[in-house]
């Protein structure tokens, strides 16, 4: 049974509780749509795999633990081959754009889904976009093929280069038409994918047939749904670098505090999972964990603390966290709308500083690392490179199936096609009742910030689906 929910993403039901939230098809608007065999069936690297084509039928699970009497629940259409596709090779004109803030990995996605393409298909057409976006109508296109991507995935940054914001959906469509291209590879966050969705629907307001396609991209693993961001375990593994020097640093000086900021707008996985890998720091500070200063319980009180037993001590703080504390309400935005946030680092270093000064009970020694963008513009290393071949490929494959208006991503490790409604809806957070954040505060000992009454109240609130207790 096939019906739309009131987000527009097309649902299928089943026995015993199940959903399959689906993608479009382009055979949904363009009737008579012809399909062909696969040809990677004639591919000697892939003639050893048992299970050479997807099963059309297979799907995903969201939630992979449940209890005996709850329903089946949501799925996902699951990512790979299929036997068969609709696009003839020779006539696919393919186009890759990156969009957004960098990250580790761009570079490999841009390679494997030229390769995955080229290698797998026969696809030869291929267009990159210059400078994001914008660059669909007002900078020039490069022609893409394995020699030119060769040794690309070792370099960081993009390629293709890219931008925030400025687009317009109508324009670019224009020119994805005025060029013929039929797949369109779209590679970015939050802001990039509604662009995505938007550049789809006017797409499939035309009738044209072109795949649009999402593969997700976020250092700050805030992308919902999916496992994780390619990126994110570069981000995590280049971050220790920063915490170990600030642990340098403090324990080699009396009184000793490293400082050290991470990214984390809205989300602080980066600065969670660093902390709890590194196991040298004191107090991990993250947008979804509001801190206080002074007085009983409060930050100050607990640098105290750990200098008075330890003599020395690491502070690691997201980009996001204590925003609130610093507001000047002023609002600001960048080109992709997301609110312009104060150097919390460099606050927070201060008022440290300040508090020590005024209360003259001890000298401090402070030092502020921030390898914000040193972290960004790195390679990818060898697990998230990994990761993105299998994006970039499963994108592929989507896209020569016929599928359109969706992104690929692990699904409870498992890779699927996702609506792009559903990792645009909300923001991957760090939840802090669950045993990760628990795990968190016992390793470093710090305090919850939280009072008996926000403990219950956050224990009460809807836990999102993505974040499972384990």
């Known amino acids: 049974m096939g019906l739309a929910n009131d987000s527009g993403v097309k649902l299928e039901t089943g026995l015993a509780g199940y959903v399959l939230e689906d993608v479009p098809h ?12 696969n040809p990677m069936q004639f591919n000697p690297a892939f003639s050893v795999v048992k299970q050479h084509f997807v099963n059309v039928d297979d ?24 036997e068969k596709v609709y696009f003839v090779p020779d006539e696919v004109h393919a186009c890759i754009v990156t969009c957004g803030g960098l990250c580790p990995g761009l570079n490999t996605v841009i390679k494997e889904v030229v390769c995955g393409l080229y290698h797998m298909y026969g696809v030869t057409r291929i267009l990159g976009i210059d400078g994001g976006y914008m660059g669909f109508y007002s900078r020039n296109t490069i022609s893409l093929n394995p020699k030119v991507v ?37 590679i ?21 047939y072109v795949s649009v396609v ?78 206080y ?25 997201a980009e996001g966290a204590g925003q609130e504390l610093i507001s000047d309400g002023i609002n600001l935005q960048d080109a992709s709308g997301n609110k312009l946030l104060q150097d919390v680092g460099l606050w927070i270093s201060q008022k440290i500083k300040d508090y020590f000064t005024k209360q003259q009970k001890m000298v401090i020694n402070l030092k502020y690392i921030d390898p914000t963008y040193m972290i960004r513009a790195i390679p990818s290393n060898a697990s998230d490179n990994v990761y993105c071949t299998r994006l970039a490929h499963g994108a592929v494959h989507g896209a020569m199936a016929g599928y359109t208006g969706f992104t690929v991503g692990p699904v409870n490790t498992k890779h699927a096609y996702i609506p792009f409604k559903r990792v645009t809806e909300r923001q991957n957070k760090v939840v802090i009742t669950d045993r990760m954040w628990a795990r968190l505060l016992s390793s470093t000992h710090q305090p919850s910030f939280l009072s008996p009454e926000e403990i219950d109240e956050a224990k009460n609130e809807e836990k999102p689906a993505t974040q499972l207790a384990d």
Do not use: W
């Open 188 to 208: 970015g966050g939050d802001g990039t994918l509604k662009g995505a969705s938007a550049i789809f629907e006017e797409i499939r307001r035309r009738g044209l």
């Open 293 to 317: 200063l002074e007085g009983k319980g409060g930050l100050f009180g607990f640098i105290e603390k750990q200098l008075n037993e330890n003599g020395h001590m690491v502070i690691v703080i």
């Open 59 to 82: 799907t995903v699970t969201q939630n992979i633990v449940v209890h005996k009497s709850s329903p089946s629940g949501t799925h996902f259409r699951r990512s790979g081959p299929r």
């Open 150 to 186: 060769d040794d690309i995935h070792k370099r960081g940054g993009t390629v293709l280069g890219t931008s925030r914001g400025g687009y317009d959906t109508m324009k670019i469509v224009d020119k994805i038409q005025d060029h013929g291209i039929n797949q369109v590879y779209i």
């Open 214 to 291: 999402g593969i997700p991209k976020t250092i700050d693993n805030d992308i919902p749904v999916v496992d994780k961001s390619f990126g994110f375990a570069t981000a995590v593994e280049e971050a220790q670098r920063a915490i170990n020097a600030a642990h340098v640093e403090a324990e080699s000086m009396e009184n000793g505090i490293g400082v050290v900021k991470l990214m984390g707008r809205y989300s602080g996985f980066i600065a969670m999972y660093a902390t709890l890998a590194s196991r040298d720091v004191d107090c991990c500070l993250i947008p979804e964990s509001p801190f």
């Open 26 to 37: 382009l055979s949904d608007y363009i009737p008579c749509l012809p399909a062909y065999p």
